[in-house]
């Protein structure tokens, strides 16, 4: 079982920053593929980003990719999310949870995820 918490979440003006925490409890984080999904208001569950358990690898959304980066310090049995140049459509609900597939990029499909966080709510305004 591993239970996963997500932080940083906020109020932040279009064209700034933020970083999100996935921390996580359990069992054998470091061995884990983990996810970043997203979901606005009234619309479904969005891929955003995915890591592999090395930190060696990493799959984007094409909305995201070269203003996100996701990153990890197993040490600390953390994920990291960094939002930059956020966008008003950025706003949403954020979600981590642990992949189940051996292959990062297949982390984008919300079945191939077991445990996910309650969220953490980036609001972007203009």
């Known amino acids: 079982q591993v239970q996963l918490v997500e932080s940083g979440g906020g109020v932040v003006q279009a064209g700034g920053s933020l970083r999100l925490s996935c921390a996580a409890s359990g069992r054998a984080f470091s061995s884990y593929n983990i996810a970043w999904f997203r979901q606005a208001q009234g619309m479904d569950r969005e891929f955003v980003a995915a890591?592999?358990?090395?930190?060696?690898?990493?799959n984007y959304a094409n909305s995201v990719e070269g203003r996100f980066f996701i990153t990890r310090a197993n040490a600390k049995s953390t994920v990291y999310l960094h939002l930059n140049s956020l966008k008003p459509e950025d706003t949403a609900v954020y979600y981590c949870a642990v992949c189940n597939e051996l292959i990062v990029d297949l982390c984008a499909r919300p079945s191939a995820n077991d445990y996910w966080g309650k969220g953490t709510l980036v609001t972007v305004s203009l």
């Open positions: 890591i592999h358990w090395s930190g060696g690898s990493a």
